[in-house]
């Protein structure tokens, strides 16, 4: 039945305009803002996933910028703790010297006082933000430092935020307000051998501003002898020991910090690129169809066109 009230034909080529011209809307949209799923309504699912992960990568970031002072913190501590052990090497090399019979101890103990002094400013110096791991001038002997290592989201949906310690109490190589508290403060007991008998003597290597240590500074006179040199000796060699357990420790916490940023910048690009296949357009095939739709448009266009004009063939009738 033709109709001059009803053009079915037009009424369907509508429709099927509409449709086209919908797709397109949709389809430049993602060309323009690269998202397939920009928006809740899009992908309700997806974007609540995407904004989830997107605000954890910032949360990652963080992370990575807290790891990196961290890593700044270990690094000043552990230049500081291998350039004092060298020191405290030379000291005891310079105590050995002094076993030398004939030696100038007096002349030595310049030496010794000259290289305690060079412990102290390394100690002072070794200092980042603030924090100092190699010196202290509270009563405390140490306090665990904290350093954000990781932030962690649970499978029931919970966060947590890790760190790293460290003991300070284990590298503190000078304590002006607790001699205890000093690896080169406090007094260090080491057990020596002197002719045919063995002894423990006791002996700290630098004086703190509270007061002494237990036991005996190490310090050279015209009348020291060769059984006190043998016990500085042993002490000192002890104190290099435990420094050389202070700087493994440091230097352990240290390779943990780097690895664990190394792995924070890789988890970082993994959910970046994670939420990119969620969201992300294709603009390979976007671009495709877009082509497509707007030949559909066109030829929906023409039979629109096509579909007007048959009312218009009725008026041939009345000729």
């Known amino acids: 039945m033709t109709s001059i009230n009803t053009n079915t034909s037009a009424i369907a080529a509508l429709k099927t305009l509409r449709s086209i011209s919908d797709q397109l809307d949709t389809t430049q949209g993602r060309i323009s803002s690269g998202y397939k799923v920009e928006n809740a309504s899009d992908n309700a699912a997806y974007w609540s996933i995407a904004t989830t992960m997107r605000s954890d990568t910032k949360a990652m970031s963080a992370v990575e910028d807290a790891l990196g002072m961290g890593a700044a913190k270990t690094d000043t501590a552990y230049t500081g703790m291998e350039a004092a052990i060298d020191v405290v090497s030379d000291i005891k090399a310079k105590l050995v010297a002094a076993r030398e019979p004939g030696v100038d101890k007096d002349k030595i103990n310049k030496e010794l006082t000259e290289l305690k002094n060079q412990l102290t400013s390394i100690s002072k110096s070794a200092s980042f933000n603030g924090e100092n791991w190699l010196y202290d001038d509270s009563n405390t002997s140490g306090t665990t430092q904290e350093m954000v290592g990781s932030f962690v989201r649970g499978a029931d949906g919970n966060v947590s935020v890790k760190t790293i310690s460290f003991d300070t109490s284990d590298s503190m190589l000078i304590n002006d307000a607790d001699a205890s508290g000093g690896l080169l403060t406090a007094g260090t007991s080491a057990t020596y ?80 690129e994670g939420v990119g296949k969620l969201v992300d357009a294709d603009m390979n095939e976007e671009s495709t169809k877009l082509k497509a739709l707007q030949t559909q448009q066109q030829l929906g266009i023409q039979a629109l066109s096509i579909a007007n004009s048959n009312s218009e063939n009725v008026l041939s009738l009345f000729r």
């Open 193 to 272: 051998t002197s002719g045919t008998t063995t002894t423990t003597g006791t002996y700290y290597l630098i004086s703190s501003a509270a007061g002494s240590g237990s036991g005996t500074e190490v310090s050279l006179s015209s009348t020291t002898t060769d059984n006190d040199i043998d016990g500085m000796i042993a002490s000192v060699d002890k104190m290099l020991s435990n420094m050389t357990d202070a700087g493994a420790t440091i230097g352990a916490t240290k390779s943990r910090i780097e690895s664990q940023s190394s792995f924070a910048k890789d988890l970082s690009d993994t959910l970046t």
